[in-house]
């Protein structure tokens, strides 16, 4: 009996036949044929960032406003409350003033809360730790370091930053961003340079504090741009009471509220103090005003701008404030301090260009990718 031929489908067809070829042929057609394959699979979208996606003034804006904030409260800070020697009861003042804040703009209808499961209250929770006890040892390495010193570690916080982005979030920077990084902490080294003079403790202390602040920085980022997406406003009214409470905590196991309650009574009530108790309470609620601005600028910045720009502008800021400390208090600037600052300022504007060709490399990519579907 005769066999029939067994017919081929289309797509073998389609195949080059194989027979009468010898192996080494053979083994270059089916490469060819696998190579044709995964040049026909879709490629992974390339991920983007948040602050990729914000537009240009949107981000300079933004940025405006922080700096206005930021250096307004430490002139404020530095003028009016020169003498105030309670940091943690500040720091309870602030994160108190930003949850009046908050609750208010909640009333008003400017942005709803979300249903957070118990993991989310806890990754919260944590986070309002990580945020005094990053003041803690601020304020802590501060009493072990000279100024000069601490201002000249906490310039490296953008590096701390990369690294932290490269080790948790696997996300790496073009090398042309990590050049740039180089003026700018070389020049904020150069324009707080003074006496370097610090303990063993407080040396080890400092590094904590600025590795603690650029995660802050990125886990702050990440809970507005990641999963949890939660809004700036959001993040503030959850954890605001939290370091509040905490602050409070710090200042009584350090023994501000009984130097303060000293100074209340024996200072503040006394005849013939500077303030009446009155304009007082007018001062430091100006400041709580100030502060919650200051923090809903530095969130919303933070996520329109990214955690990286936000450390850089850190470093910027410490040069503006000695401009303009030298303006306003009389404070003397050596020559090292000026170029410091020239470079700080070169170097800013080198990072300024190297992320906008970045942004621009992207839409481009972005725009070239449909048309090549």
Known sequence: MATRPVSRDSSDSSRPSLDGIDALEKDNLLNADIEAQKFQEPKPAQS??????????????????????????????????????????????????????????????????????????????????????????????????????????????????TILFRLFFNRSYSTETYLSLIPIIFGVSLATYGELTFSDLGFILTFLGVLLAAFKTIVTNKMMTGSLNLSFWEILRRMSPLACIQSIIYAWLTGELAAFYKFFTEELLAPGYKWSPWQFFLIMAGNGALAFALNVSSFSTNKIAGALTMTVCANIKQCLTIILGSVLFEVNLSIMNMWGILVTVAGAAVYSFVELDSKRKLKAAAAAGPARR
């Open 48 to 161: 983007i960032n948040h602050e990729d996606t914000v537009a240009t003034r949107k981000k300079l804006i933004a940025l405006a406003g922080y700096f206005v904030c930021n250096i307004g409260l430490t002139i404020y800070n530095k003028a009016v409350l020169g003498s105030f020697r309670f940091p943690w009861l500040l720091t309870a003042l602030h994160a108190g003033c930003s949850s009046i804040g908050t609750s208010v703009m909640l009333q008003l209808g400017h942005y709803h809360t979300a249903k957070l499961n118990h993991r989310e209250h806890m990754a919260l929770i944590a986070f309002s730790f990580l945020f005094t006890i990053n003041i803690a040892i601020s304020n802590v390495s501060l009493a072990m370091v000279s100024v000069p010193f601490h201002q000249l570690v906490r310039a490296l916080t953008p590096l701390f930053t």
